[in-house]
């Protein structure tokens, strides 16, 4: 079962030669799996900042390697690039997706989203020590800083998934519904989600989201 978790994908594209040159930087100097999971988790979560406010829902925008060409990024693809890198160094990996509700939206977030629900959150499971662990590599820290959340660290023996609570013990985010965890982004699941639970951003070009609708 966990051979396919160490295939590429069409997103999740492993095999990428730009993947491959990351992920080797990034774990330089480890010594065993878990301190490589863990070096890989740091790069992609303060490597690019989170942005959720460009989503290119293209093919080609959507694969891991096509991340490493900016400075920023949305859950998806953060987790996606995190699984290729994985992948590319031996780790198995898979994505998994949930339906959270943001306490703490941002004020510019939950207007263009009319809703401080987020549908399809994107996080990585690795293999690791013959079990499945959570990372989240979405929130960069600077970003966690700024909203006075602590950020999500990982260590490659527990699960790092979601802040409930922010420094002020105020809640942050309250998990809604799981999706499933998948060797490949689902993109036309992604898609559906998207267009059922935000239909105004497909509508109206003035929500404020540049979400890119060419050749879905």
Same mark, same amino acid.
């Given at each position: 079962?966990?051979?396919?978790?160490?295939?590429?994908?069409?997103?999740?594209?492993?095999?990428?030669?730009?993947?491959?040159? @990351? +992920?080797?930087?990034?774990?330089?100097? *480890? &010594?065993?799996?878990? !301190?490589?999971?863990? /070096?890989?988790?740091?790069? =992609?979560?303060?490597?690019?900042?989170?942005?959720?406010?460009?989503?290119?829902?293209?093919?080609?925008?959507?694969?891991?390697?096509?991340?490493?060409?900016?400075?920023?990024?949305?859950?998806?693809?953060?987790?996606?690039?995190?699984?290729?890198?994985?992948?590319?160094?031996?780790?198995?990996?898979?994505?998994? @997706? +949930?339906?959270?509700?943001?306490?703490? *939206? &941002?004020?510019?977030? !939950?207007?263009?989203? /009319?809703?401080?629900?987020? =549908?399809?959150?994107?996080?990585?499971?690795?293999?690791?020590?013959?079990?499945?662990?959570?990372?989240?590599?979405?929130?960069?820290?600077?970003?966690?800083?700024?909203?006075?959340?602590?950020?999500?660290?990982?260590?490659?023996?527990?699960?790092?998934?979601?802040?409930?609570?922010?420094?002020?013990?105020?809640? @942050?985010?309250?998990?809604?519904?799981?999706?499933? &965890?998948?060797?490949?982004?689902?993109?036309?699941?992604?898609?559906?989600?998207?267009?059922?639970?935000?239909?105004?951003?497909?509508?109206?070009?003035?929500?404020?989201?540049?979400?890119?609708?060419?050749?879905?």
């Amino acid at each position: 079962m966990n051979e396919l978790y160490l295939q590429p994908a069409e997103f999740v594209n492993s095999d990428s030669a730009e993947i491959k040159k @990351f +992920a080797e930087k990034a774990i330089e100097g *480890a &010594t065993d799996t878990v !301190e490589k999971a863990v /070096k890989l988790y740091y790069a =992609v979560r303060d490597g690019f900042n989170y942005n959720p406010y460009n989503i290119d829902l293209n093919p080609e925008a959507m694969k891991a390697s096509a991340l490493l060409k900016k400075d920023s990024g949305y859950c998806v693809e953060k987790a996606s690039l995190l699984a290729a890198c994985a992948r590319a160094v031996g780790i198995p990996s898979r994505l998994g @997706f +949930a339906k959270v509700r943001n306490h703490i *939206a &941002t004020e510019k977030l !939950e207007e263009r989203l /009319k809703t401080n629900v987020m =549908v399809f959150h994107g996080y990585t499971e690795l293999f690791l020590n013959d079990q499945w662990i959570k990372a989240t590599p979405a929130f960069n820290k600077s970003l966690c800083d700024k909203l006075k959340v602590d950020s999500l660290e990982f260590n490659g023996k527990e699960d790092s998934i979601f802040q409930s609570y922010n420094k002020e013990g105020g809640e @942050f985010m309250e998990y809604l519904h799981d999706y499933g &965890t998948f060797h490949d982004v689902p993109r036309d699941l992604f898609i559906s989600e998207l267009k059922k639970h935000y239909p105004h951003i497909f509508e109206n070009s003035s929500s404020g989201l540049s979400i890119k609708e060419d050749d879905y």
